[in-house]
């Protein structure tokens, strides 16, 4: 139950996850089926706790299975409780500034320091004495610190954003950023698409690995691998299952010539 | 929030359902969106108890969809909790005998009779008061009384258990008829399928509605339709959900050149 | 926390509960406020399990206000189940033979033994070794063993059933009584009132407690105090709230000229 | 299920509604049957979590009967939370400033914008992308934004406050008012009573809905529609139960001799 | 995540486990840390059920630690819903004939047979078809079916008993035992040792596995290995926090001149 | 019921607390038969929400046990909720200036006033009007206002933390502590130990009750009582647990010729 992800992509291997937003506890085998990696855990948009996420951490920890949990806000006392729930890596969503990261990496590769003294060497890191820096090291070994980029603003100032120290991953948030560049769910716009290369472009010259969180096709995930992604997040048990049995229901309607019913929606997170 | 599955059946129509496992607030919007009639909870085999079922079923009937519970055993306690909880269908599993359909109808017919009163009703039907028929018949509307045919002596006695009066319908449980026949999850064995067209005439002409909940390709359900089977009974959450999931990631492995992932088993229910 | 309610009882004490079917912890002083002795926690017909029967009679215990259980069925495992989860008595529902409440006098008053030495036991109660007899019994102190008195059969042979030693109470159930008389819910029937009279007044002669489980008018419980009922046990946290919930609604609608609102059906346990 | 609530309030409808605070499965129909359009679920006092909350929207919201949450703070995030669990409505407690209006529109009328860009629109409106404009209107369809008024700062900048574009309505808080008034819990008061009618009044001018939540006689809130309310918010699950069972219980404990209860204390929330 | 506790047994280990009551998600990582083979989960005295169960199973079971599930009845239907669950064994309470352990290895070896077919096959093992028999075995490998040896009856007919073919292991329970004994909680008198001494001779001389739940000093456990015990079931997570935190805090209390505080009683299961 | 831990506290007595992370219903059990004042009840570390919280602050505090409640961070909103959820007092986490100790005392001295008015009732105290001051001094009546001093910068500025109007007491945590030192976990380093007993004695001269919260031998407390803590904070039921268990094994393990199992880490909160 050690936290291997990170050494994962140290390694170089491209790492496999998806959404989890169900905790029947059978679920943890069809993650398993699958070969993941890591399951994504949203708090942002999907109501669950911390009660729930726990459970889920610790279960899928046990299986090797990283979880990975998105907080609903930059807030460095939520990354810390989540991490306390067992998770092996926080998402902050909607980051726009260094300071916001600096404070996630404060919660992740600082921990327990708080207060002034935290403050105090994320502005200058080398103050640290080394004992300490030893002891923070070991404890929060394996703590994956990811942001979300998910708008313009972000996008401007990636350069300087990449380079805050403690900073591993980038998840893109394509409905979001789609919305923030005035294009809504237009993920085949060349505007988006030109967006989305730059990030996982940027990210990987920084040696930052990167994903998108996008609940469609898999081959939409094989194209971003082949412009560097390193991180496959592919769809989520509720956009999967909503998907494929609307498929197969209107397959057999159609069959036997029932009515096919219109979807009134989608479902994605 | 009435009752109108019963209806369903009665008009003729093709009705549509699913197996739900998880109790996410968010899953009746899939099960929505795709335009099922019932779904079909299974407390036999899923680790699913009264609380949860009657936040399931409330939820479910809220919408629309009518909530079909199958009970661990063929149990009347049992199967009048399930309705106090909101199901407006039970299934009794592996049913073998005459006894065990009346024990069901008294809790699906009958209620709130029990004890020496009802068991005399059972075994002279006729010999009820009208007023007090007038009032259980209100009473229990639209109560579905459904029982899992799974084994050869059930299917040895079929006539007689079909003609059980107050039993609406059969539900096909294709692992356990499998095991049962010796044939362990044989279902393209000519042998199997003939016992299942078999119990499909049957049912439709004694006027049972009949279905087989199947965890594979929708074709199936569209061949059992054709030979006379009304209920569709298509699937699961878990197993739709680890099928896809498995078949995208191994598609996105491929494409990239990384090892493609052996699921060590299958997930359906 | 000891166990008072059977000394309240014995002290000839009218004893005053309601019933409860919420489980949320500020609940427990709503009912510390009415100055209740018990609760009448219902696992017959509410959807409720183990888990959160057991916080329930932990808090109501606490607060010293006694928690008085509905078990499914005559089962004296669940009987167990219920007094391990913090239950100070227990009912169990329809009962019409002695064998049943010989069973619940074993699971109540003889625990935790079982078995084949338990059978001997309630046949000849004579038979327990002195040694032993003291054990059970202070194993047991304050166990109160309580049925439903709900069918004529039950009724016709009330005097038997009034003689099994270890008995504590009845509590009629009128909904399935008037059913089971073919009155349904005609709780002002002559034929009904003269049957809960005659349950009343064979229960004080036997010196067991009896009350009616009724979700109307307090005025009812008065009535039957008079004919010698001894346990109080007025309607229940939904009924009350949605009946005077819609009383008051209408009050303002009516008073502001808006149309009021047809109830769709009654609610009461 | 499509959000209707803040069409009946366009139509001039005087819209009803209860404070819910039990999760029983059951409840919804006491609600229902009272014919109720809302029910407000209260976040800020009450223990109720996100998962709790979500089960509890979407089942009112199945059944035609909005879910308005109160959050504990005005907090943009937990707003947002709560609208993915399905609220159709947001009250933010203890509001004081325009800052704080603005930045609830932003969560209930501008999602999922966030940032620096949300920021931006907020304070010019008329900057934001048409076809934009468009996809938020349409995203966030029905969504109603409503403020706690409960203090005197409050009620001398409400001229301000009520103006800020996307505000819909006020919920009075009674007690907080009071207190803030410095006559704690003295409904009475004409100074009370006078501000109340301010209130209500200048809402009305500025066509923003307002009610009080009020957990005493329906009396009162039939006093306010006559001084131009358009919402009733009339007391709560647990203190109609507390008050009613009270009331009945003393009348039985006086009828037949038994000293009344005291009760040491009053639950409202 | 495959069953390795048979076969730990099969290679002669001495298993260590305790008895955990606690769901927190945190706790397994104390199981862990002591390095424990399997956990006991007792759903007889303890108010766990079949969520909480099935949640426990499978985390306990990803640690490599073998979930071991008391039901509250030797209930066959109870025993294939905790294996559905994720247990790897069943403890079927204060079992006295031959026919309860039948069911129970129906329930744990022949899954999923049941009804008229498995009653043939318990009857004549042999008749069963060898494909089948194949298919059974592997389905079901890695089950192990423990009873609870704990009365007087028992012992007596112990050679039967342990002749069962399926039969895997005894769990010896002292408190019911020395009950039906006439020696209530007498768990150093010499006729208690003498029988247990009987019971683990006649369960090693039969190869079935045993061992003896208690929940105080492991000195008692070294001593039931010495006579031939290989499971050892120590303890409970509430009785050490229990017995422990009293004896810290008294040892507090006296050394500061504090009154020593007198437990009013103890917390075994 | 009432809120007496205050009392205690004022008359002079040492107060024993544990902090418990279970909320299985048969815990407080074990909590009582210790005769403990309190319990501490983690939010910050422990995986614990509102309901949760609000279910063992109601039942503890029934049984006389005063629930005490560390919430995530210095948060007066979250104070309010826990209080509302029926803590009787609230440990704000690594307090480091005045100012957070103000928000505390707001919320727990003043509730139910807030904004601009408590704002500037903190600055000036004596602003209040005496009949608003009396209400808010009765409904707050036994709130008990706790700081986390974890730090060297609090360590330098106790003088002024501890004279803010309105605090009660101070629990020291010690790891937090020792790490902020750069001392990790060297609990016996005399450097910490100065520290510790500086806090201490600051606190009494202040008039201000104080206890370090440590998981380890109960000697330790002994010792800071007699430098003048006069709060005991001893362990965590997670914690005693693992030790003990780990340490019984062991003992068995040893005795019988097993290898003993090494630890692979310590489990304190």
Same mark, same amino acid.
């Given at each position: 139950?050690?936290?291997?992800?990170?050494?994962?992509?140290?390694?170089?291997?491209?790492? #496999? %996850?998806?959404?989890?937003?169900?905790?029947?506890?059978?679920?943890?085998?069809? !993650?398993?089926?699958?070969?993941? &990696? /890591?399951? /994504?855990?949203?708090?942002?948009?999907?109501?669950?706790?911390?009660?729930?996420?726990?459970?889920?951490?610790?279960? #899928?920890?046990?299986?090797?299975?990283?979880?990975?949990?998105?907080?609903?806000? +930059?807030?460095?006392?939520?990354?810390?409780?989540?991490?306390?729930?067992?998770?092996?890596?926080? !998402?902050? +969503? #909607? !980051?726009?500034?260094?300071?916001?990261?600096?404070?996630?990496? %404060?919660?992740?590769?600082?921990?327990?320091?708080?207060?002034?003294?935290?403050?105090?060497?994320?502005?200058? +890191?080398?103050?640290?004495? @080394? &004992?300490?820096? %030893? #002891?923070?090291?070991?404890?929060?070994?394996?703590?994956?610190?990811?942001?979300?980029?998910?708008?313009?603003?972000?996008?401007?100032?990636?350069?300087?954003?990449?380079?805050?120290?403690?900073?591993?991953?980038?998840?893109?948030?394509?409905?979001?950023?789609?919305?923030?560049?005035?294009? +809504?769910?237009?993920? &085949?716009?060349?505007? /988006?698409?030109?967006?989305?290369?730059?990030?996982?472009?940027?990210?990987?010259?920084? $040696?930052?690995?990167?994903?998108?969180?996008?609940?469609?096709? @898999?081959?939409?995930?094989?194209?971003?691998?082949?412009?560097?992604?390193?991180?496959?997040?592919?769809?989520? &048990?509720?956009?999967? /299952?909503?998907?494929?049995?609307?498929?197969?229901?209107?397959?057999?309607? $159609?069959?036997?010539?029932?009515?096919?019913?219109?979807?009134?929606? $989608?479902?994605?997170?």
């Amino acid at each position: 139950m050690s936290k291997l992800l990170s050494l994962k992509l140290e390694k170089g291997n491209t790492i #496999y %996850g998806t959404c989890v937003s169900s905790m029947a506890p059978l679920w943890s085998k069809a !993650v398993g089926n699958a070969g993941l &990696d /890591f399951v /994504f855990i949203d708090t942002e948009h999907i109501p669950l706790e911390r009660m729930e996420v726990a459970a889920m951490c610790q279960l #899928y920890a046990a299986q090797g299975i990283a979880p990975i949990v998105r907080i609903p806000s +930059p807030d460095p006392y939520k990354a810390c409780q989540m991490i306390d729930a067992g998770a092996e890596g926080i !998402v902050a +969503p #909607y !980051v726009e500034s260094e300071e916001q990261i600096k404070d996630m990496v %404060g919660a992740l590769k600082y921990k327990p320091l708080k207060g002034e003294k935290l403050k105090a060497i994320l502005e200058h +890191p080398k103050t640290i004495e @080394p &004992d300490l820096k %030893g #002891y923070v090291e070991t404890y929060n070994r394996g703590n994956l610190c990811i942001i979300n980029i998910e708008s313009i603003p972000a996008v401007e100032k990636l350069d300087e954003l990449l380079k805050v120290p403690g900073l591993d991953g980038v998840f893109i948030g394509p409905h979001d950023l789609s919305v923030n560049m005035g294009l +809504p769910e237009m993920y &085949d716009h060349p505007e /988006f698409e030109k967006v989305v290369a730059i990030i996982i472009k940027k990210c990987r010259e920084n $040696n930052i690995a990167v994903g998108i969180h996008f609940s469609e096709s @898999p081959e939409r995930q094989v194209k971003w691998i082949s412009e560097g992604a390193n991180i496959v997040i592919h769809s989520s &048990d509720i956009a999967i /299952f909503s998907q494929q049995l609307s498929k197969d229901i209107n397959k057999i309607r $159609n069959s036997i010539g029932d009515v096919s019913h219109q979807s009134t929606g $989608n479902i994605t997170i």
